[in-house]
């Protein structure tokens, strides 16, 4: 095994080499194919995790629990193509690579081998590395070390290499995305099908907060607080039961925190059906189920899950809002990690995440909202609102308040 320093090169002992970053908080890695004039020839040539293939190099999610990695099979890498620059950026929204250096580890795909190791040093307010480069030089294939940062996250990166990324819309409204029914249904014009995926892939994984919504064509997006999804996928419902996960560490300095997590339904008039919670696990003849109270958040993975069934659930819910608790009283400035995140319930597969990035000294926050159109399907917005409760009673007239 070798460690790297900036600049430092190594000929690839095997045709396919996967790359993994890892670092003390989560990272966004992305792979781009270059040509000789240091460009993609098109977005398609950006491998993410919204569009995790592409010839000769895939992505694969470490679902937050291991990095995530980017895997180069020389041999099926197209001509003209001479380099693959293998990049990262921390999930969360503004976050810099002060204090969190990154590693890369270079291995063999194939028995998963470690061939190199590198730590790009002395970073400050770098928002997106470009950490190594897979690289042909006389015939053969190389990697090089290099821990090149931009200020500008990776978009800066991924414009840097010919990547188009869409501007974001001007933040003049804090647009809420067609929202909950209520009274005369709207103009035809204003529901029957989403708009159009961008015509890019973003800089993971979409734009500013407030703007409009995106889709699931690409897979799993990540969200921003007023962001929203629909869920379909091909101009189709991407599926009918879906779970919400929604995770957080126990408070700093290690001490235990009782968070709950909980579902309110609402009718058309933004009237409160029933909540789901930990004092009641089932609601709607069982088309909204609750897994049960994580007392202390310790453990990995989702702390609780909630269970919706679309498919089953009544014409007269058509808004859902998803909010956390802190029971105990300690305020979502002493909560660690917050998240929640939507997954299909049938193959587990992670569609949507949202992370809480920012908090204010509450007891409860409004994660996100689930909305029925009036086309019939739905959509995900990201919330992030603070609320003064520690029980999902006080939560009811905010919510509906929301929609």
């Known amino acids: 095994m070798t460690a790297m320093t900036p600049g430092s090169n190594i000929p690839l002992p095997t045709a396919r080499v996967t790359v993994d970053v890892a670092a003390p908080v989560r ?88 061939l190199a190791t590198f730590t790009p040093p002395r970073l400050g307010t770098e928002t997106a590395l470009v950490v190594v480069e897979i690289y042909l030089r006389g015939g053969v294939w190389k990697v090089r070390a290099v821990g090149q940062g931009y200020a500008n996250g990776l978009a800066g990166i991924a414009t840097d290499f010919g990547v188009t990324v869409e501007e974001p819309a001007a933040p003049a409204q804090p647009a809420p995305a067609p929202q909950q029914p209520v009274a005369p249904p709207a103009p035809p014009a204003a529901a029957p099908q989403a708009p159009p995926a961008p015509a890019a892939p973003p800089a993971p994984p979409a734009a500013a907060p407030g703007t409009g919504k995106i889709n699931l064509d690409k897979g799993r997006v990540s969200l921003q607080k007023n962001q929203t999804v629909s869920l379909m996928k091909g101009g189709r419902p991407l599926l009918s039961q879906v779970k919400m996960g929604l995770g957080w560490e126990p408070a700093y300095r290690g001490k235990d925190i009782d968070l709950d997590a909980s579902v309110i339904a609402y009718g058309p008039q933004r009237n409160h059906i029933d909540s789901c919670y930990f004092g009641k696990l089932q609601i709607v003849n069982g088309a909204i189920r609750h897994s049960g109270d994580n007392l202390t958040g310790e453990g ?87 609320v003064k409760s520690r029980t999902v009673r006080g939560m009811v007239k905010p919510a509906a308040q929301a929609l």
Not at 325 to 331: E, I, T, V
């Open 27 to 114: 990272l966004d890695v992305s792979g781009l194919l270059l040509t000789a004039d240091g460009k993609v020839r098109s977005d398609d040539d950006f491998i993410f995790y919204n569009q995790p293939a592409g010839p000769g190099v895939t992505y694969r999610s470490g679902g937050g629990t291991a990095p995530d990695a980017i895997t180069v099979d020389t041999t099926a890498v197209p001509p003209g193509i001479e380099k693959i620059v293998v990049t990262a950026s921390p999930d969360a929204a503004g976050q810099t690579f002060q204090g969190i250096e990154p590693t890369a580890t270079v291995r063999n795909a194939d028995d998963n081998a470690v």
């Open 300 to 386: 990995g993975g989702d702390d609780e899950v909630i269970t919706v069934d679309l498919g089953r659930l009544p014409m007269e819910v058509t808004g859902l809002v998803f909010t956390v608790n802190s029971f105990s009283g300690q305020k979502f400035t002493e909560v660690a990690k917050a998240y929640c995140r939507l997954l299909d319930a049938t193959t587990g597969e992670e569609l949507v995440r949202f992370d809480l990035t920012g908090a204010e000294p509450q007891t409860g926050v409004m994660m996100a909202k689930l909305i029925r159109q009036f086309s019939g399907e739905w959509e995900m917005t990201a919330m992030g609102d603070f």
